[in-house]
């Protein structure tokens, strides 16, 4: 049974770093193309961070860029997300996600980091930034 479990979500204060952590189960994350991804209230699913199958190519969001790192351990079927310089507007339930369809890879690697592309879900973990 394929399933992702993130946690390390919490309540944090401006400025302040948070890792993420995606514990995957049921299937290998060998030769799948990773993401995190985070929803706000009232807004839509956004694409935070994107690797590719082999880690070659990652890929952020402008919001992302220089505060956040995604990285992969395969051999221990995790992924996670390190945020630095939190901002209040980072707030939301960040989500990982994953796909083995060698078109999402290709997307990525394109530069493409969408939710749409990605077929499994974990149940999300809330990231709270607030003095």
């Known amino acids: 049974q394929l399933r992702l479990v993130e946690s390390g979500g919490a309540l944090v204060q401006p400025g302040g770093s948070l890792r993420l952590s995606c514990a995957a189960s049921?299937?290998?994350?060998?030769?799948?193309?990773i993401g995190w991804f985070r929803q706000a209230p009232g807004k839509e699913r956004e694409g935070v961070s994107c690797?590719?199958?082999?880690?070659?190519?990652?890929v952020y969001a402008d919001s992302a860029k220089g505060r956040f790192t995604i990285s992969r351990d395969n051999a221990r079927n995790m992924m996670y997300l390190e945020m630095d310089s939190l901002k209040p507007e980072d707030t939301g339930l960040y989500y990982c996600a994953t796909d083995r369809r060698k078109q999402t890879d290709i997307l990525l690697r394109l530069g493409r980091c969408r939710p749409g592309d990605y077929d499994s879900w974990g149940q999300g973990t809330q990231v709270t930034v607030s003095s």
């Open positions: 690797m590719s199958s082999g880690g070659g190519r990652a």
């Open positions: 049921g299937f290998t994350l060998d030769n799948t193309a």
